[in-house]
Nanobody
């Protein structure tokens, strides 16, 4: 079992930056690929970003490419999502997710929710206009 706990959400203004974190425990973190997803009210949970187990590769949704950066610190068992130039449409609950997958590159469909076995409880990010 892997336990995931997100933190760092909050209320910011459009154009601001925010970093959310996800702390993992329970298994060897460096064996897991990690993803960030988000869910806005009344909408499906959608893919935001993913990172391979050794941070050798990263992947982004088109809507956040160039604004968001996913990173990880395997020594701290933590994955981060740095969000810059935030927009009101980025408002959502942000979830981190883990998949046992030890590889430099991700060859599964990293944008598919069903690929990830473990999920956190989410952290709210609200961007005001």
């Amino acid at each position: 079992q892997v336990q995931l706990v997100e933190s760092g959400g909050g209320l910011v203004q459009a154009g601001d930056s925010l970093r959310v974190s996800c702390a993992a425990s329970g298994r060897t973190f460096s064996n897991y690929a990690m993803g960030w997803f988000r869910q806005a009210p009344g909408k499906e949970r959608e893919f935001v970003a993913a990172i391979s187990s050794n941070a050798g590769s990263t992947y982004y949704a088109e809507s956040v490419k160039g604004r968001f950066t996913i990173s990880r610190d395997n020594a701290k068992n933590t994955v981060y999502l740095q969000m810059n130039s935030l927009k009101p449409e980025d408002t959502a609950v942000y979830y981190c997710a883990a998949k046992y997958y030890s590889s430099t590159y991700i060859y599964y469909d990293y944008s598919r929710k069903g690929e990830y076995a473990y999920w956190g409880q989410g952290t709210q990010v609200t961007v005001s206009s």
